[in-house]
């Protein structure tokens, strides 16, 4: 027998048997059961999907771990052998750990899981509150929470050998070399706090014990010192008392009470909450946060009145916002001289630390109130903590907090400022315009605001401060303080290729520093993960380094992300994605010419149709080339013309192979599944939306309407059975859209803003005024309402309600802070005066996305009725039949 292809078998030449004869008709009908069996998605099919993501690989390659997340809630962790693909399974398991080459951890609610990798030996561990590995001293530390017993770290190895067991343990903080542990106990209502070093078997110091307890446990960044806090007895805090250890020479500096007091006076408390406790690179000083005592205030009052004052530098709902932060300032104390300093004030609030701790950057965001962005300008000083002098270096500049970061090390103070990067020297007190000789601009304005100020990122600065790390629209730069040296490390301007960061659009890479920012050093000696996209939506990974830029992988066709490198091999693992492709784990290393598929998520996505999607190049009436995404109906034959859902919200092209979408009634915010409408027989259109500052409405109908036409040309689309959606912005369009053609059958706008006026006139989620969303951002008028009152008007659904012949369905949330509910009442009040088509629905209890699962299943099923009523004449529900008959 011959087999010359997969369904085609080669028989001997003789007369087929009945029996040989109903075997091939078998084999047949079972071969075209397989093209015949794909069915269409119903809704009850939504709960097979699931979500997968890469969780951690083995620092030998040759384990991986990843999540599959169901809406159901019924998630799994799984370990799973890249060469074997031997699976092990982890219901409701958190992020798990490969703490050894040979153990993997994880946590299922209060259970510890341990597994051994070799013999696939698995123990349960309960009651676990949280476990460290140490791999220093190989040790594992469990901190368990028994019901008779109560608290108590065990101190073991991962197979079970237990080496101690320490009760009465409320907390316990790792050190950065993870050799030592510092940890509080309480046992017959004695607290105390103990270090413990690992290193040394186990061997215990008491550093203080007492009626009061210890919290705010923190080490020095090379595990040199340590420092904690003993709360008072007295409820509103006055007492805590901030203590300070060196191991070097075994020293507890107590501070005296007297001093402590005089210091705080009767306003004062040291607060135990918000920020940790810092200790200075130096030793030598150890920064707190200190609280305003509001004991004394006397809190009667004869009246609930709210002042709303004209003149006030933030109107009263912005000040409510901000109370939490109130009082609270950052002060230093230096045990060896047993010594204190308050750094910020009420009118300097606003604080964060230079690199080497030895300055201190204050500012007050109030400074220039009231003003009409988001955020205000503000002075910046200078305080020299060892003279307390403060000097002004920045005067009424941008307040974004990633606009000024200092440098690791403390030498300067990086700022962006009238479109370029800026370098301030502390000790020379100079200012270099770093960027402004430079051929490429490193301003960033994709989304086309108005007055934009906004940069690409600032990635941090290479170690003893030498260079800043600066992204421009595709390239990375190194450029030396001074702006003298500039090296561009990749080169992807050529291809237009942007490359940036591995995980960038998923990570920050800066981390708190009080009220601002700072970076940790990158070392580019070590090479660094980037990924790329290019102008055709290619992704990729490549490996830089000082010699090379080495391509990992790349693809055309599908988004690659979440990819990790073994940090012992050169096996690397990530995830693959397109719209018809469902996510899956594909391995490689320099051995594999193809990857290896580990993991694919979805396998039943088989069974039935699907669509795709592709991107379709369109012009708006000014000529501009732009682009959209289409995604066809599943089972699509170019035999007939379907229903189309236009989906906007400014530009959506970047995502054609972002992201595969699950069929689901629970999509996140409650607004569009696309899946759920593709699957069901409909076209969707995602265009990309190109502004006209002072103009925004209008120009979105211009790219819309020239996207959908640029469809109906294609002969795809059933001309009269096209619907519109949106949300929030998209939302608005929507609404807007619809007031200036008739070209849509149907449409959808949810917590929409539908009269500029009054939403210009509205207070925020975030207490301020909603005028910075028109004059510099999202809304892209450009000037106040008072100066523009008609181009407010131009663009304004509510002014051109009248012309409206599309039947609308609208949504909002009656807790919606983000955008008012009360634009939706406004839109509804207007077409139910000119009898126009027209049903709002209303959820009392959600904001502006929705989040009970129960309203989502609801908006999903009317949306579907709504759309499929319009553009399907499927027969209308009976809330869609009584809500438009007049």
Same mark, same amino acid.
């Given at each position: 027998?011959?087999?010359?292809?997969?369904?085609?078998?080669?028989?001997?030449?003789?007369?087929?048997?009945?029996?040989?004869?109903?075997?091939?008709?078998?084999?047949?009908?079972?071969?075209?059961?397989?093209?015949?069996?794909?069915?269409?998605?119903?809704?009850?099919?939504?709960?097979?999907?699931?979500?997968?993501?890469?969780?951690?690989?083995?620092?030998?390659?040759?384990?991986?771990?990843?999540?599959?997340?169901?809406?159901?809630?019924?998630?799994?962790?799984?370990?799973?052998?890249?060469?074997?693909?031997?699976?092990?399974?982890?219901?409701?398991?958190?992020?798990?750990?490969?703490?050894?080459?040979?153990?993997?951890?994880?946590?299922?609610?209060?259970?510890?899981?341990?597994?051994?990798?070799?013999?696939?030996?698995?123990?349960?561990?309960?009651?676990?509150?949280?476990?460290?590995?140490?791999?220093?001293?190989?040790?594992?530390l469990i901190l368990v929470n028994e019901s008779v017993k109560g608290n108590a770290l065990i101190i073991r190895n991962p197979d079970g050998t237990i080496l101690e067991r320490i009760e009465g343990v409320n907390e316990f903080l790792m050190d950065p070399t993870t050799q030592m542990i510092l940890y509080t106990t309480t046992i017959n209502n004695t607290h105390a706090i103990t270090l413990l070093e690992l290193s040394r078997k186990n061997k215990k110091t008491v550093l203080l014990s007492g009626m009061s307890s210890f919290t705010n446990l923190v080490w020095q960044k090379k595990a040199k010192a340590l420092s904690f806090i003993q709360k008072s007895t007295d409820v509103l805090g006055a007492g805590n008392t901030v203590f300070y250890y060196t191991l070097f020479d075994k020293k507890l500096y107590i501070p005296n009470t007297e001093i402590r007091q005089k210091f705080l006076g009767d306003s004062l408390?040291?607060?135990?909450?918000?920020?940790?406790?810092?200790?200075?690179?130096?030793?030598?000083?150890?920064?707190?946060?200190?609280?305003?005592?509001?004991?004394?205030?006397?809190?009667?009052?004869?009246?609930?009145?709210?002042?709303?004052?004209?003149?006030?530098?933030?109107?009263?709902?912005?000040?409510?916002?901000?109370?939490?932060?109130?009082?609270?300032?950052?002060?230093?104390?230096?045990?060896?001289?047993?010594?204190?300093?308050?750094?910020?004030?009420?009118?300097?609030?606003?604080?964060?630390?230079?690199?080497?701790?030895?300055?201190?950057?204050?500012?007050?965001?109030?400074?220039?109130?009231?003003?009409?962005?988001?955020?205000?300008?503000?002075?910046?000083?200078?305080?020299? *903590?060892?003279? #307390?002098?403060?000097?002004?270096?920045?005067?009424?500049?941008? %307040? $974004?907090?990633?606009? &000024?970061?200092?440098? /690791?090390?403390?030498?300067?103070?990086?700022?962006?400022?009238?479109?370029?990067?800026?370098?301030?020297?502390?000790?020379?007190?100079?200012?270099?315009?770093?960027?402004?000789?430079?051929?490429?601009?490193?301003?960033?304005?994709?989304?086309?605001?108005?007055?934009?100020?906004?940069?690409?990122?600032?990635?941090?600065?290479?170690?003893?401060?030498?260079?800043?790390?600066?992204?421009?629209?595709?390239?990375?730069?190194?450029?030396?303080?001074?702006?003298?040296?500039?090296?561009? *490390?990749?080169? #992807?301007?050529?291809?237009?290729?942007?490359?940036?960061?591995? %995980? $960038?659009?998923?990570? &920050?890479?800066?981390? /708190?520093?009080?009220?601002?920012?700072?970076?940790?050093?990158?070392?580019?000696?070590?090479?660094?993960?980037?990924?790329?996209?290019?102008?055709?939506?290619?992704?990729?990974?490549?490996?830089?380094?000082?010699?090379?830029?080495?391509?990992?992988?790349?693809?055309?066709?599908?988004?690659?992300?979440?990819?990790?490198?073994?940090?012992?091999?050169?096996?690397?693992?990530?995830?693959?994605?397109?719209?018809?492709?469902?996510?899956?784990?594909?391995?490689?290393?320099?051995?594999?010419?193809?990857?290896?598929?580990?993991?694919?998520?979805?396998?039943?996505?088989?069974?039935?149709?699907?669509?795709?999607?592709?991107?379709?190049?369109?012009?708006?009436?000014?000529?501009?080339?732009?682009?959209?995404?289409?995604?066809?109906?599943?089972?699509?034959?170019?035999?007939?013309?379907?229903?189309?859902?236009?989906?906007?919200?400014?530009?959506?092209?970047?995502?054609?192979?972002?992201?595969?979408?699950?069929?689901?009634?629970?999509t996140g915010d409650g607004v569009f599944n696309i899946s759920t409408f593709t699957t069901q027989g409909y076209f969707v259109l995602a265009p990309d939306i190109s502004y006209e500052i002072g103009n925004v409405g209008i120009s979105a109908t211009d790219c819309v309407v020239s996207a959908t036409n640029k469809v109906i040309a294609q002969g795809l689309v059933l001309p009269n059975k096209i619907g519109l959606i949106g949300h929030s912005f998209g939302g608005y369009e929507t609404d807007f859209i619809i007031t200036q053609t008739s070209l849509f059958a149907s449409a959808v706008a949810g917590s929409a803003a539908t009269n500029l006026t009054s939403f210009y006139l509205t207070v925020g989620a975030s207490g301020r005024p909603d005028m910075w969303r028109f004059e510099s951002q999202q809304w892209r008028m450009g000037k106040s309402l008072f100066d523009d009152k008609t181009g407010y008007d131009r663009?304004?659904?509510?002014?051109?309600?009248?012309?409206?012949?599309?039947?609308?369905?609208?949504?909002?949330?009656?807790?919606?802070?983000?955008?008012?509910?009360?634009?939706?009442?406004?839109?509804?009040?207007?077409?139910?005066?000119?009898?126009?088509?027209?049903?709002?629905?209303?959820?009392?209890?959600?904001?502006?996305?929705?989040?009970?699962?129960?309203?989502?299943?609801?908006?999903?099923?009317?949306?579907?009725?709504?759309?499929?009523?319009?553009?399907?004449?499927?027969?209308?529900?009976?809330?869609?039949?009584?809500?438009?008959?007049?």
């Amino acid at each position: 027998m011959k087999v010359q292809s997969k369904t085609t078998l080669m028989l001997p030449r003789r007369k087929p048997t009945f029996f040989l004869v109903f075997i091939l008709q078998l084999v047949a009908c079972s071969l075209w059961g397989q093209v015949l069996q794909k069915r269409t998605v119903t809704v009850s099919d939504y709960s097979k999907w699931g979500e997968l993501r890469l969780d951690k690989m083995s620092t030998d390659g040759q384990w991986i771990s990843y999540t599959m997340s169901y809406q159901t809630g019924l998630d799994t962790l799984f370990a799973k052998n890249a060469k074997s693909l031997k699976t092990h399974a982890f219901p409701l398991g958190l992020a798990g750990d490969f703490i050894t080459p040979n153990w993997f951890a994880c946590q299922t609610n209060k259970e510890l899981h341990l597994l051994n990798l070799k013999t696939s030996k698995q123990e349960t561990v309960p009651d676990v509150t949280r476990y460290v590995y140490s791999s220093t001293t190989r040790r594992l530390l469990i901190l368990v929470n028994e019901s008779v017993k109560g608290n108590a770290l065990i101190i073991r190895n991962p197979d079970g050998t237990i080496l101690e067991r320490i009760e009465g343990v409320n907390e316990f903080l790792m050190d950065p070399t993870t050799q030592m542990i510092l940890y509080t106990t309480t046992i017959n209502n004695t607290h105390a706090i103990t270090l413990l070093e690992l290193s040394r078997k186990n061997k215990k110091t008491v550093l203080l014990s007492g009626m009061s307890s210890f919290t705010n446990l923190v080490w020095q960044k090379k595990a040199k010192a340590l420092s904690f806090i003993q709360k008072s007895t007295d409820v509103l805090g006055a007492g805590n008392t901030v203590f300070y250890y060196t191991l070097f020479d075994k020293k507890l500096y107590i501070p005296n009470t007297e001093i402590r007091q005089k210091f705080l006076g009767d306003s004062l408390l040291i607060q135990t909450g918000g920020y940790e406790l810092k200790i200075s690179d130096d030793m030598q000083k150890v920064f707190f946060i200190v609280e305003q005592n509001n004991r004394s205030k006397d809190t009667l009052k004869d009246s609930d009145v709210q002042l709303w004052n004209g003149n006030a530098k933030w109107i009263y709902p912005m000040e409510e916002k901000q109370k939490a932060s109130k009082g609270i300032h950052l002060a230093l104390w230096y045990p060896k001289k047993d010594s204190y300093q308050l750094i910020s004030n009420d009118t300097l609030p606003q604080f964060m630390l230079t690199g080497d701790q030895k300055y201190a950057i204050i500012s007050n965001t109030k400074q220039y109130e009231p003003q009409y962005a988001f955020e205000g300008p503000r002075d910046f000083y200078l305080v020299n *903590l060892s003279s #307390g002098k403060k000097e002004l270096f920045l005067k009424k500049h941008y %307040g $974004y907090v990633l606009y &000024t970061t200092p440098s /690791p090390d403390g030498k300067y103070i990086a700022y962006f400022q009238k479109k370029n990067w800026w370098v301030y020297d502390i000790a020379k007190k100079t200012h270099t315009n770093i960027t402004q000789n430079k051929k490429q601009s490193f301003l960033h304005n994709e989304k086309e605001h108005p007055q934009n100020e906004s940069a690409f990122s600032n990635l941090g600065w290479t170690p003893q401060d030498k260079e800043i790390i600066l992204y421009d629209a595709y390239d990375l730069w190194a450029i030396s303080p001074d702006g003298i040296s500039a090296r561009r *490390l990749t080169h #992807g301007r050529e291809t237009q290729t942007r490359f940036r960061l591995a %995980g $960038y659009s998923n990570r &920050t890479v800066e981390k /708190p520093n009080y009220t601002g920012m700072i970076h940790d050093p990158i070392d580019l000696n070590q090479g660094l993960l980037l990924e790329t996209t290019n102008k055709e939506g290619a992704f990729g990974y490549y490996k830089w380094s000082l010699k090379s830029n080495d391509k990992l992988i790349l693809s055309s066709n599908t988004r690659l992300d979440q990819l990790i490198q073994s940090t012992s091999t050169d096996t690397f693992v990530y995830r693959e994605q397109r719209y018809d492709l469902s996510p899956r784990l594909m391995l490689q290393n320099h051995l594999d010419k193809v990857p290896k598929l580990i993991v694919e998520s979805n396998p039943q996505q088989r069974e039935f149709y699907w669509g795709k999607s592709e991107l379709i190049q369109y012009k708006n009436t000014k000529g501009e080339s732009l682009q959209a995404i289409l995604y066809y109906p599943a089972a699509y034959t170019s035999q007939k013309k379907y229903p189309m859902i236009v989906y906007i919200y400014e530009k959506l092209s970047q995502s054609l192979h972002n992201k595969y979408i699950n069929p689901s009634q629970f999509t996140g915010d409650g607004v569009f599944n696309i899946s759920t409408f593709t699957t069901q027989g409909y076209f969707v259109l995602a265009p990309d939306i190109s502004y006209e500052i002072g103009n925004v409405g209008i120009s979105a109908t211009d790219c819309v309407v020239s996207a959908t036409n640029k469809v109906i040309a294609q002969g795809l689309v059933l001309p009269n059975k096209i619907g519109l959606i949106g949300h929030s912005f998209g939302g608005y369009e929507t609404d807007f859209i619809i007031t200036q053609t008739s070209l849509f059958a149907s449409a959808v706008a949810g917590s929409a803003a539908t009269n500029l006026t009054s939403f210009y006139l509205t207070v925020g989620a975030s207490g301020r005024p909603d005028m910075w969303r028109f004059e510099s951002q999202q809304w892209r008028m450009g000037k106040s309402l008072f100066d523009d009152k008609t181009g407010y008007d131009r663009n304004s659904p509510i002014v051109h309600v009248k012309n409206i012949t599309t039947p609308l369905l609208s949504w909002t949330g009656g807790n919606d802070k983000q955008v008012n509910w009360n634009q939706s009442i406004e839109f509804y009040l207007a077409l139910r005066r000119l009898q126009k088509q027209h049903i709002m629905l209303l959820y009392p209890k959600e904001g502006h996305n929705l989040s009970n699962n129960q309203n989502r299943k609801d908006l999903f099923t009317r949306l579907h009725q709504w759309f499929d009523y319009h553009l399907k004449d499927i027969p209308p529900a009976f809330w869609i039949k009584s809500g438009l008959k007049y």
